[in-house]
């Protein structure tokens, strides 16, 4: 009988993981873009549309050049650029005309990938914080305004003194925090700060008051009441008297957990086979070339096992294109259960499967690949009253100090992988 279980993992396919990035992206109060490496747009969601109040199809296949004045345009290409060149996401805070009005965003951007892991495109999730930028910046003119800045900030606002006692906080970062006000004033600010950030958070306070620091901009983690786990961007500001002595600091909090959760996904599914949930080409190849640099320089063992199926064709034509799938689905979950922590299960395409193994001798990860195949042997996926056998064969290789790159290695198991077809399947090969 297929699981309720079996059933939801079948249904992770490409078209369903493109439909829940859309659901997200679609859904989300944050504006959210992609463009190609020339700049020019390939999405962009409802929000920024509706920001820049112009229908979607707007955007599409234009360039920032062409669509905004030339230092903002400027502006946004040149932070494409430093993604595109370092190869890694950017938070940046960058400004736009909108309704007449300039105004201030925070923009992570990142790169995008393909399954080869080859750099096609830039992604961008951007939150208006005009309103924050515009309190800081009155936040002095007066105490009456400062009053009212202060509880009226669309963001988390807390005076807290120089021993992390919280002495005001205004409504917005006490319904952030899920606390009456009354709860939180007078409270030690650990209190709702989460443990493992707790001992960095005091060593912050006590290197602003010694070292005279003014200002500092952290990530950090808040506990909700309700036992939830908020992560939020935090600017601290040091006050001081007349005289030069710290006062009290104030914290302007902006909660981005669902900013970095969107980023965490779109990363995830970037990653991983969507089929199997297992490790998809580029990050195995990536993990791959760090572990190639630790042979090269400890003289440490390593092993590459690839597997694939016997005759998987026949499945498929015989049992269905779901059944097939449900037998690569199958066989992930039986592989990732025989690995180590350390090992890596990577799908390489079609029916293909790699397992990188560090610290492991030639003989381990022979012993590893021969499990394998015999627990597939004599284990068939039952799907009801059904029993679909299947074998695998596998090609076994070592990773050498003198391989220049991941590519060699996969020559190597390739070619002992053939010769394991070669000799009549359901076999191991090593070279």
Partial sequence: MTTSGDQSIQALNPELYDALFRAIAEHSINVIGVKDLDGRYLYVNPQYGQLFHHPLAHF?????????PSDIATAFRAN???????????????MAWVDGQKRHFLSVKFPIRDHH???YATGLIAIDIHARKTTEQQLWASEERFRLAFEHATAGMAMIDINGIILRINPHGSHLLGYER??????????VTHPQDRARMTRLIR??????LHQANIEKRYLHKDGRVLRCRVAISLVRDDMGQPL??????????????????LTRLANTDPLTSVANRRPFLERMQQELARVRRYGTQACCLMLDFDHFKHINDHWGHSTGDAVLQYFSRACQQRLRA????????????AI???DTPLEGARELGEQLRSWVETHPLEIGKQRIPFSISLGLTTLRADDKNPDQVLSRTDEALYRAKDRGRNRLETV
């Fill in 60 to 68: 599409i296949g234009h360039t920032d050049a062409e669509l905004f």
């Fill in 80 to 94: 494409d650029l430093r993604v595109q060149q370092q190869g890694q996401a950017l938070t940046v805070e960058e």
């Fill in 117 to 119: 892991g080859h750099l």
């Fill in 182 to 191: 009354a709860e939180l004033e007078g409270k030690r600010l650990s209190t």
């Fill in 207 to 212: 290197m602003a008051v010694r070292r005279g």
């Fill in 248 to 265: 009290y600091f104030i914290a302007h909090i902006n909660d981005i957990t669902e900013t970095l959760r969107i980023e965490e996904e």
């Fill in 342 to 353: 350390t090992d890596l299960l990577g799908r390489l395409g079609g029916e293909e499967f």
């Fill in 356 to 358: 990188l193994m560090p």
